[in-house]
């Protein structure tokens, strides 16, 4: 079946605008990551989901950063006011469950802020 | 420290060579993934393990809870292999993993 796709896969914007990201899990997968993965760095969880909630959030960099999943599927982190600093490639990644199952990751969206 | 650590950071090795890297972490954990980035950013999930060892193709992962140590082995490498290898873990009674540095691999032919 389908993978993990996200979208967009690329996206420039100016300091200051908000952008949003989204993410659609493989069917049935209960549980939704995002990662962010700096240049040069390596990766950072931000948040996880299980179902429509989000037990974890202690990953968000700032209060500028927030996600939301619904209908246990399809979920957007959305960045407002960016700054230069958010520019990395943002992974989300689903699986079955929480525990004890492995994790398939998106081709991820590469931001760039100028 | 960082609580995951890869060595190498950087592996450059000839085609065919056995290849071993490894992930040393500092905290109790319940479960450890590989992970393979290539070049073009895409993530592959190759293990994850909480004891003993698995093996796929040429690919190995092994781990020893008690030294908090993984490897993982590469037989017959090939230049296809040229990724960089991320070891992640979760910590026991958490849900988030925390990612190594990750081990840029290079075989040339």
């Known amino acids: 079946g389908a993978g993990v796709s996200q979208s967009p896969s690329n996206k420039v914007t100016e300091k200051g605008k908000d952008v949003e990201l989204r993410c659609d899990p493989i069917?049935?997968?209960?549980?939704l990551y995002w990662y962010r993965q700096s240049l040069g760095q390596g990766l950072e969880f931000l948040i996880y989901?299980?179902?429509?909630?989000?037990?974890?959030k202690s990953g968000l960099p700032s209060d500028r950063f927030s996600a939301e999943r619904t209908g246990g599927s399809v979920s957007t982190l959305t960045i407002q006011r960016t700054q230069q600093e958010d520019s990395a490639v943002y992974l989300c990644?689903?699986?079955?469950?929480?525990?004890?199952?492995?994790?398939?990751f998106g081709p991820g969206t590469r931001l760039t802020v100028t | 420290k960082n609580e995951v650590e890869q060595s190498p950071q950087n592996l450059t090795a000839q085609e065919g060579e056995f290849i071993t890297i490894n992930c040393s972490y500092s905290v109790g954990i319940s479960a450890l993934h590989w992970l393979q980035q290539h070049p073009g950013g895409g993530i592959v999930s190759l293990f994850m393990?909480?004891?003993g060892k698995k093996k796929h193709g040429r690919l190995i992962a092994t781990i020893n809870i008690q030294e908090k140590h993984s490897s993982l082995h590469i037989t017959a490498s090939h230049p296809r292999d040229s990724a960089v290898y991320i070891c992640a873990v979760r910590r026991q009674g958490a849900q988030k993993l925390v990612f190594g540095q990750g081990t840029r691999l290079t075989i040339n032919p």
């Open positions: 990644a689903s699986s079955f469950f929480l525990i004890g199952y492995e994790q398939y």
């Open positions: 069917s049935g997968h209960t549980a």
């Open positions: 989901f299980q179902g429509n909630s989000a037990p974890d």
């Open positions: 393990l909480s004891s």
